[in-house]
């Protein structure tokens, strides 16, 4: 069974910072993985997609590297803005093609 | 297209109670997903349909809950007798069968049981 871990589970971080969020999952045979953002009581809106062939994807001041080996993936937002405050969500897609979740990182960026 | 879309937004009942949801995927998305997220936790699988079969089912889905998508597009999610441990964010997702897969969501639906 497929489990998906996210560190840290919360930061707070003054605005500017560069971020880097981790996932790891235990089964290296996915399909593609997602990193989502969440804002309170709001649905999933998805950020980047790195398929299992792929090693990273970048949108913007965000960037996602996947290394499937190892069974991690980092996300890294640049110049972080109080914009940015959310939870982010990694999800991993196997052969089932049903994401797996992590339980996401509490990011607060205080101007 | 405006995205997954799902209704209602919140939904409040009394214990004991029926409550159904609806979600309408991105047009010709043939897989659909609910999941359950609680506070301070990742969404998590209920079940899934690929087009008009409801493929695989979480041991979460008890007797109570029920899922249909009948003609292959939107999708109901019932749960009968509800009970205070079902209040939670309830989740739509959809996706395509091309080689991304990747996943959409809607805004959810908020369930509060009294």
């Known amino acids: 069974k497929q489990e998906v871990t996210q560190i840290p589970a919360a930061l707070s971080v003054p605005e500017g910072e560069n971020l880097v969020l981790n996932c790891s999952f235990t089964?290296?045979?996915?399909?593609?993985l997602q990193w989502f953002r969440q804002d309170p009581g709001k649905g999933l809106t998805s950020l980047l997609l790195i398929q299992s062939s792929q090693r990273e994807q970048t949108s913007g001041r965000l960037n996602a590297s996947l290394d499937k080996s190892s069974g991690r993936s980092t996300l890294y937002i640049a110049a972080s803005q109080p914009g940015d405050s959310a939870t982010y969500l990694c999800a991993v897609t196997g052969g089932s093609y049903i994401p797996t979740f992590g339980r996401g990182t509490s990011l607060i960026v205080h101007p | 297209d405006t995205g997954v879309s799902q209704d209602p937004r919140h939904k409040i009942t009394k214990r004991g109670q029926n409550v159904t949801f609806r979600c309408d995927p991105i047009?010709?998305?043939?897989?659909l997903y609910w999941y359950r997220q609680t506070l301070g936790q990742g969404p998590e699988f209920l079940t899934y349909?690929?087009?008009?079969?409801?493929?695989?089912k979480s041991r979460l889905l008890s007797d109570r809950f029920s899922a249909e998508r009948p003609k292959g597009s939107f999708s109901t999610l019932e749960i009968q007798r509800t009970e205070q441990g079902d209040s939670a964010m309830y989740l739509c997702?959809?996706?395509?069968?091309?080689?991304?897969?990747?996943?959409?969501f809607g805004q959810g639906t908020r369930l509060t049981v009294v």
């Open positions: 997702a959809s996706s395509s069968l091309d080689t991304l897969a990747e996943a959409f």
């Open positions: 349909f690929q087009n008009e079969a409801q493929l695989e």
């Open positions: 089964d290296s045979a996915i399909y593609n």
């Open positions: 047009s010709e998305h043939n897989r």
